[in-house]
């Protein structure tokens, strides 16, 4: 089995529970939507490009990891997902900070109540590169792809 294919068993073994799913398909998007807006406002100096801020290294980082994976659908997937959430952060600036660190905070409360319900620990705990790997797991479900 493909690594990607391990990470995605692995990943669904503590994403059983119904409500669990439901809460991740949700909560997933929303925590990286934020995190780009978190990472994206951050101060840069005000010489530099509009597009190059510290959102640019994490997803430049996340792209990597998914190049890593040798699926490119999931790559192209991946990559069309951050630039649309990238597109609509651009269209809230400057007032996406408080927007961003409010959706953050409460969907990983939402989250971890997903994971109380389960009765399992995150993933995340076991492997970091889980944080990367739910994007994928929510964008399997939501195209219905059988062979990722």
């Known amino acids: ?45 005000e010489s530099w490009p509009l597009w190059l801020d510290a959102s640019t290294v994490g997803i430049i980082g996340a792209l990597i990891f998914y190049a890593t994976l040798k699926n490119m659908r999931v790559f192209f997937s991946m990559a069309f997902f951050i630039l649309v959430q990238v597109i609509i952060l651009e269209l809230l600036r400057p007032h996406f900070f ?33 944080l990367l790997i739910g994007p994928i797991w929510v964008m399997k479900y939501f195209s219905n792809a059988k062979d990722i």
Not at 5 to 11: E, R
Not at 106 to 125: L, M, R, T, Y
């Open 1 to 45: 089995m493909d690594r990607l294919n391990v990470y995605l068993s692995q990943y669904s073994e503590s994403h059983q529970n119904r409500t669990n799913q439901i809460i991740h398909k949700i909560c997933v998007p929303v925590i990286m939507f934020s995190v780009l807006g978190l990472l994206k406002a951050l101060p840069v100096p």
């Open 98 to 130: 408080v927007l961003c660190f409010f959706l953050f905070v409460i969907a990983w409360i939402i989250q971890f109540v997903g994971h109380k319900i389960e009765g399992k620990k995150p993933s995340f705990f076991k492997d970091i590169f889980f």
